[in-house]
């Protein structure tokens, strides 16, 4: 079935470093979103990507979806205490939208 | 804020019990979701509704149903509750973009 990975599913940084983590699916996609999940909270919307080679921007995070629409990628920059959580990528399921399919997250930790 | 309340927010039950999680929202979203989330298993739809009286299965609905009389109401029921149905549970509805907003989540735990 469709799926939707994850690389590392686990990464640890020193606070101000950068770094990217990775979202691959087993299908073209018609757009991907990214949410994030601060521990003990709950997954929240972060950002949707539509178009072949989009780059989207917020402050630090910097999201791209790929030219193929199978993959997309998320770059933080000078990493903070506050963008400690898992990030999850989702894409939609199937060929309709009403469903989607998470990957299983990528927990980030940073080191102060 | 999606206006999505999940009640309880904890739950201690045993073996065997049924058990009924609520999910409401003021919003009058169409689409609905139940989701688990388990460590190393990222979040797994359970079930979704996409109108009242309209629902359908999602990747691991076995040993739970659900049901959606009103707009704003779509309860998760586990029949005879397992070990295994340990978890958090979200509710989630969907909103503009396609994006889904999640509810503060159901912490169950069945001894």
């Known amino acids: 079935g469709q799926q939707v990975m994850q690389i590392p599913q686990y990464q640890h940084v020193q606070e101000g470093e950068d770094f990217t983590t990775y979202c691959n699916s087993s299908?073209?996609?018609?757009?991907i979103q990214w949410y994030k999940q601060r521990p003990g909270g709950h997954p929240v919307f972060l950002i949707q990507?539509?178009?072949?080679?989009e780059v989207k921007k917020q402050k630090r995070l910097t999201f791209q979806f790929g030219e193929a629409k199978k993959n997309s990628s998320l770059h933080i920059t000078a990493t903070q205490t506050t963008d400690v959580g898992t990030y999850f990528c989702?894409?939609?399921?199937?060929?309709?939208?009403?469903?989607?399919?998470f990957g299983k997250g990528m927990k980030l930790t940073v080191n102060p | 804020d999606a206006g999505i309340t999940q009640s309880p927010r904890h739950k201690v039950t045993e073996t065997g019990t049924p058990v009924t999680l609520r999910c409401h929202q003021t919003?009058?979203?169409?689409?609905m979701y139940w989701y688990r989330q388990d460590p190393g298993h990222g979040l797994r739809l359970i079930h979704y509704?996409?109108?009242?009286?309209?629902?359908d299965k999602g990747e691991v609905s076995d040993g739970y149903s659900v049901s959606r009389s009103k707009t704003e109401d779509f309860l998760l029921t586990l029949e005879s509750a397992t070990s295994s149905q340990t978890s958090v549970y979200f509710c989630?509805?969907?909103?503009?973009?396609?994006?889904?907003?999640f509810g503060d989540g159901t912490r169950l735990s069945i001894l």
């Open positions: 989702a894409g939609p399921k199937g060929g309709g939208s009403e469903k989607l399919v």
């Open positions: 299908t073209t996609l018609s757009n």
């Open positions: 990507l539509v178009k072949s080679g």
């Open positions: 919003e009058n979203h169409r689409y």
């Open positions: 509704s996409y109108g009242v009286k309209d629902t």
């Open positions: 989630a509805v969907r909103g503009e973009v396609q994006a889904q907003h």
